[in-house]
């Protein structure tokens, strides 16, 4: 017997859909339910590693982990990760497939809706229930003939729908009435429901609202969900950031100066810091918001050439090389990392056509890209001794690669041991510095290396 399909859509991003998933996904599980997640196309830079390789998007990630079950690629079979000149990386069940312009991906979008297909057929097979995630706006009109993530998904998979606006941000009613407005009539009859998101107050004062909700769209309204601060869930989209810029308003917190890249990926890496009561997290995207930091971070990138570019072009690399002068630690992250090595070269012209690029200097490190991805699940070894990893030599971190190509350099200088999932060594990753209570770089082998798994 196929399970059984939920869908949740919202009026807009960042709406709480990715939430809501998640929260359901636990709801089944505690009533006993086999459950899975299910998002046909994510467009985000915050990626996972599947246990065989796979790479999908962290939100389904983490709705896996709420159901109480291993994520596989089918949860996410097209992940879309944007890169620089308005083009993406288009990763089909877990794998690269090619990258294109948006128009180009748009022509190619029915071919893919039949793998789609597949791994949605694949999960009702093997459990009770699938809730489904939507993307943006349930009324894309512009999208309407091409999407294959909203209403063309709720019919294939015969989803009753909940639609969800976010009250927060204000409008709700208008963005709920107009969604609905803007459906096809049948697509107007898949949404069995309204959900207010993001509620601040006294519920009372919204009653008035809720009877006209019911009223003018004939739908029900089934809950209204309080605005809640620290849900760690999974975020995909950077806007997400203008939220977060700051963690910590203690004069006496440990200030941590993030670089906002234009392309900055897996960012939710971040956000265990911002838990700490005495760290204050900022979000910087030139030299004049520097300040004097205690610590400054260049994270990951998708595209690691542009947002280098942009360092140099922006002011942020001759600010980044005075503090550090001045005794400012910094650490690079993935692609943050490859920056601050001697340089990059991308021969193959993987990521841009320009050939070679000089990095900060402050690594005793080089980069190659190469046509082919790494993608693995990773435990590493702490065994550099030095810096901000004194005192923690043999802790353990459990993480996954992902990168395309190699980052070598001094081999008396690492940072960890690293070893595959299934025992393989990996190799030394990571570098530190000479003097490396100031400089230190994590993940030695390219882009988002040793980042969390959930």
């Known amino acids: 017997m196929l399970a059984k399909t939920l ?185 069995k429901g309204l959900v207010i998101n993001k509620f601040r107050g006294d519920i009372s004062l919204l009653k008035s609202g809720l009877d006209f909700l019911e009223t003018r769209t004939g739908k029900p309204v089934l809950g209204v969900i309080p605005f809640f601060r620290d849900i760690a869930i999974a975020q995909e989209d950077s806007v997400y950031l203008e939220d977060r810029l700051i963690q910590s308003t203690e004069a006496n917190s440990l200030d941590i100066a993030i670089f906002r890249l234009p392309r900055i990926a897996n960012f939710d890496d971040f956000d265990p810091l911002g838990y700490e009561p005495d760290a204050r997290i900022r979000y910087v995207d030139g030299p004049q918001e520097l300040g004097r930091p205690d610590l400054l971070v260049i994270p990951g990138t998708k595209s690691t050439l542009a947002d280098l570019a942009f360092i140099h072009e922006s002011g942020l690399a001759r600010a980044i090389l005075s503090l550090v002068r001045q005794g400012t630690p910094i650490v690079g992250i993935c692609g943050g990392y490859q920056m601050l090595g001697k340089k990059i070269t991308d021969p193959f012209g993987v990521e841009s056509p320009v050939g070679e690029m000089a990095g900060l200097g402050l690594l005793d490190v080089e980069t190659e890209f190469a046509p082919e991805k790494t993608t693995s699940q990773v435990t590493a070894v702490v065994t550099g001794d030095r810096g901000l990893l004194a005192g923690s030599t043999g802790e353990t971190v459990d993480g996954y690669e992902i990168h395309m190509g190699q980052t070598r350099g001094r081999s008396d200088l690492p940072a960890f041991d690293v070893v595959g999932v299934r025992g393989q060594r990996s190799g030394v990753s990571g570098q530190g510095s000479k003097d490396s209570a100031r400089k230190f770089g994590d993940g030695g082998t390219g882009p988002c290396p040793l980042s969390p798994v959930p």
Do not use: W
Request: glycine share 8%; aromatic share 4%.
């Open 7 to 191: 869908m949740v859509q919202g009026t807009a991003s960042s709406a709480g859909k990715s939430i809501l998933v998640t929260a359901l996904c636990r709801i089944f599980k505690q009533d006993g339910l086999r459950v899975a997640p299910f998002k046909s196309q994510n467009m985000s830079l915050n990626s996972f590693v599947t246990r065989d390789g796979g790479e999908i998007g962290r939100a389904q990630v983490v709705q896996a982990e709420a159901a109480g079950i291993e994520p596989t690629v089918d949860m996410n079979p097209i992940l879309l990760k944007p890169e620089a000149e308005a083009r993406s990386q288009v990763i089909v069940l877990g794998k690269p497939a090619t990258t294109l312009a948006a128009v180009e991906y748009y022509q190619r979008k029915a071919k893919l809706l039949g793998v789609v297909e597949e791994s949605l057929a694949r999960l009702q097979e093997a459990y009770d229930v699938v809730v489904i995630e939507g993307a943006g706006s349930a009324a894309e009109v512009n999208l309407r003939d091409s999407e294959i993530v909203n209403m063309r998904i709720a019919k294939l998979a015969h989803a009753p729908v909940l639609l969800v606006g976010d009250i927060d941000r204000g409008g709700v009613f208008a963005s709920l009435v107009g969604t609905l407005e803007l459906l096809d009539p049948d697509e107007r009859d898949l949404i």
